[in-house]
C-alpha cells in the first residue's frame, strides 16, 4: 500500500506524519508492505528540511526526518498512492482542486482515523508542537489500525 501525507507546506505536520507512520510500520513489521512520503500543496517551502521544531520533536520521540526536503503535490500522486492524507479540510479543498476531485475515494483526513475528526492544527502558526505530535501520532495510530484490520 502507498501512502501520501499532505499538508500546506511539508514542512511540518506531513513530514512528522510520514515519519511517525514510517516509524510505527517498522516497529508492526510493516515497512516492506507500506510505502510512505509526504508532500505539500504550496510551492513556496520546496527544497527546504523539515521545520527544527518539528525536527526536533520527531527526535524526543527517537525518529530522524534527516534527508527530508519539502516537495509540492502532483497531479499524477492520485494514480500513484492508494491513500493521500490531508492534515486539514483546506488541503482536501486543494487536493480535490488538484485531482479533479476524488473518484476512487482515495482522499481523507488524518483525525477521521481518531476518535476526534477534524483538523490538525499548523505548528507553523500555533507553535504548539507537542499537540501536533499527539494528533499526528494518534492519527497514524489509527490509520495503521484500520489498515491492518481489513
Known sequence: ??????????????????FVMKDLAEKAG????????????????????????ARRKLLEHGIDPSGKT??????????????????????????????GGDPEGKLHLLLDYTGRPGDVADPWYTRDFESTWRDVLEGCQGLLEKITNN
Open 70 to 99: 519539502a516537495r509540492q503535490l502532483q497531479r499524477d500522486d492520485y494514480r500513484r498512492y492508494d491513500l493521500i492524507i490531508g492534515m486539514e479540510r483546506s488541503n482536501l479543498r486543494a487536493m480535490e482542486r488538484l485531482f
Open 1 to 18: 500500500m502507498r501512502i501520501l501525507f499532505v499538508c500546506l507546506g511539508n514542512i511540518c505536520r506531513s513530514p512528522m506524519a510520514e
Open 30 to 53: 510493516l515497512s516492506h508492505e507500506l510505502h510512505i512520503a509526504s508532500a505539500g500543496t504550496s510551492d513556496e517551502e520546496l527544497g527546504n528540511p523539515v521545520y527544527p521544531p
